[in-house]
């Protein structure tokens, strides 16, 4: 199973902390960080600061999310980034949340499958160096060619409802799931499969952003956990948090309880159902459960609170690189 490393972007840690991050796990051999975007540094200024402050780990951008930038701005960035760093880049496409796309930039999120879709079929053919001119209903390019060399890399798409499912099977060399048990990572592997097969695609390979900490502290457990209160009461998400055994804590969070008393509720082993926490032994079973259910790749979100940079995390991970990191490659 591919293990790969994603900046966490803490917002109770300095920024700059995430750039130490990523010089933990390329020095330690992981085979890709993921650069996500949040209230802090901007993707693309992150991606090459990191590769030009690291020596060969390959980048994936995002997900990204499509209400806010357009096609041609993604591949651009992409291209830029990796001819500014000599490094292989990738892009991962999302719909990001309400909170972000409507109220941070001041962007409608409307059918964000569709745009999901669009957007890929653009991006993909940009990417690929080809001038484009689609007209779609949200996302749109006509008459760009890329000038800077074409970028051969695998495209994500991140999914969780069945409709952004269905663009990952038609779209992507990979779905992204955020944050999931292993009995929902086999439902929608299973949904992704199917949706593939009817579609008469390869399915893609599906890789899983977790929570990450070995042998944590007490204040490592809070910062796991305070990043989990506002999916407790979100669609689909509380469904699964509740079938995991904490339907009664999803049911007060959908009471809507101040966030200190959420959290306090909150018990650690919620964590662990949801990510790697724990001892050698307890991370080695859970990395078998997620293989189990269908996952091609993990990748590790590191705790810092508590462990600065993830140093402590990322060394105790590394060790289970030789079990092999596979790869992905793009659809023809």
Not at 44 to 72: C, D, E, H, Y
Not at 181 to 188: F, G, M, N, V
Request: neutral net charge; hydrophobic residues 45%; charged residues 20%.
């Amino acid at each position: 199973m591919k293990l790969s490393v994603v900046t966490p972007l803490w917002q109770d840690r300095p920024a700059g902390e995430n750039l130490e991050v990523a010089q933990q796990a390329d020095r330690l051999g992981f085979p890709e960080l993921w650069l996500g975007e949040m209230a802090t540094y901007d993707a693309f200024a992150l991606a090459t600061a990191i590769g030009l402050n690291t020596q060969r780990i390959p980048l994936t951008l995002g997900p990204l999310a499509v209400s806010v930038r357009t096609p041609m701005t993604m591949a651009m960035g992409i291209a830029s980034v990796a001819d500014l760093t000599g490094r292989q880049v990738g892009l991962a496409l999302g719909a990001s949340s309400t909170v972000v796309v409507e109220e941070w930039h001041g962007r409608p999120r409307l059918r964000t499958a569709r745009h999901l879709d669009e957007t890929a079929r653009i991006v993909r053919a940009l990417l690929a160096g080809e001038k484009v001119a689609i007209e779609g209903e949200l996302a749109s390019c006509r008459g760009y060619r890329l000038r800077l060399d074409p970028v051969p890399a695998p495209l994500t798409v991140a999914a969780f409802g069945p409709a952004a499912v269905r663009v990952a099977a038609r779209r992507a060399d990979r779905m992204l799931l955020n944050m999931v048990t292993p009995a929902s990572l086999q439902r929608l592997q299973r949904q992704v499969a199917d949706a593939a097969r009817e579609a008469g695609k390869v399915a893609p390979a599906v890789a899983v952003w977790l929570p990450c900490a070995s042998d944590p502290a007490d204040e490592t457990l809070e910062q796991l956990k305070r990043a989990v209160v506002g999916y407790l009461a979100a669609p689909g998400y509380g469904e699964m948090i509740a079938e995991a055994g904490f339907a009664d804590l999803v049911e007060f969070a959908r009471t809507r309880p101040h966030p200190k008393e959420l959290l306090a509720a909150m018990p650690d082993q919620l964590i662990s159902s949801i990510g790697l926490v724990g001892d050698a032994s307890e991370i080695d079973a859970r990395i078998q459960a997620y293989r189990e259910a269908g996952a091609a790749e993990i990748c590790l979100v590191p705790a810092t609170a508590g462990d600065p940079a993830g140093r402590r995390t990322l060394e105790a991970m590394a060790q289970r690189l030789d079990q092999g990191p596979g790869d992905v490659t793009p659809k023809s």
